[in-house]
């Protein structure tokens, strides 16, 4: 019986698997404040639209869904390391239409157009001063600010622009448009939240804003009681946040000024004072000087004559 002869086995060499590429793009982290940036923007658009129809309160309501967006954009970018150059143009025109176009939209369909031309001129200049502090905005971005400067804004912020320019119309859903909706009383208001916007008053901006540990649970309590009153009484609540909010601009200016009044007086303390040259290197100095010439040496010795 002949035994079975074994041939060598052919290997195969294996192809090598070629990695996978990745894919070349943006992380969710990078997206996500853009996102609600656009949300925001979509927030603006839809409050023009129920303008449109005199649908005045979701109009209203829509203005501030885009201030939370705005708002939540910004921080979410700094906790997910998601800042960009992208965003942060977005982020501005964004709020040019839900912060300056829809509310000054908003304000002329319900009460400026019973001013006429009057009237179109003040929503339009609202409209142009929310784009001017917009843009200083940006101008100002890659400027160093001091330490003690960082918690303030200059002029009244976009969207608190917005809630101020349509408190009228907010209060006018409780107390009636008879009177807060008056051209009498719109035209002036709009025009002067507009230049709230685009002057120099410094305004809390609440980003620094740090809580003791004694006042959480008050603070937290007061959360609670503030969505509540939301919830049963939204435009009192919007209302009186916007009057508390006018009525801190007086204190901001006041403690931005004792902070640089302080940053100022510090600088100066910490100035060394001129010096004055050691007792050797006056020694030094003076033998180093050339010998006094004779006519000197006779005007110092020289006694003055008597009449």
Partial sequence: MKRPVFKPAVFRK???????????????NHLLPNVLTVLAL?????AIRFAMHERWEQAVVCIVIAA??????????????????FGAELDSLSDVISFGVAPAFMMYLWALNGAGSLGWIAAMAYAVCA??????????????????????????????????AILPMVIGFEAGPDIAG???VVVPWTLAMGGLMVSTLPTFSFKGMR???????????????????L?????????????????????????????????????????????????????????????????????????????
């Avoid at 809580?211 to 009153?229: D, K």
Wanted: some cysteine.
């Fill in 14 to 28: 294996r192809r090598a698997r070629r990695p996978h590429p990745r894919l070349k793009g943006l992380s969710i």
């Fill in 42 to 46: 979509c927030s603006g658009l839809t």
């Fill in 68 to 85: 939370i967006f705005d708002a939540l954009d910004g921080r979410i970018a700094r906790l997910l390391n998601g800042q960009s150059k």
């Fill in 131 to 164: 784009a001017l502090r917009l843009a200083r905005f940006n101008s100002r971005l890659d400027v160093d600010l001091p330490p003690w400067a960082f918690n303030y804004f200059t002029g009244v912020p976009a969207p608190a622009g917005a809630g101020l």
């Fill in 182 to 184: 008056h051209p009498a």
């Fill in 211 to 229: 809580v003791p540990t004694q006042y959480v649970v008050p603070g937290l309590v007061g959360v609670g009681l503030l969505a509540a009153s």
């Fill in 231 to 307: 919830v049963s009484q939204p435009w009192w609540t919007l209302a009186f946040l916007g009057l508390a909010y006018l009525a801190s601009l007086p204190f901001s200016v006041a403690q931005f000024r004792k902070l640089q009044q302080a940053a100022q007086l510090m600088k100066e303390t910490e100035e060394p004072p001129a010096e004055e040259p050691p007792a050797e290197e006056a020694v030094v100095a003076a033998s180093d000087a050339p010998p006094p010439s004779p006519e000197m040496v006779s005007e110092k010795t020289r006694t003055p004559s008597s009449d």
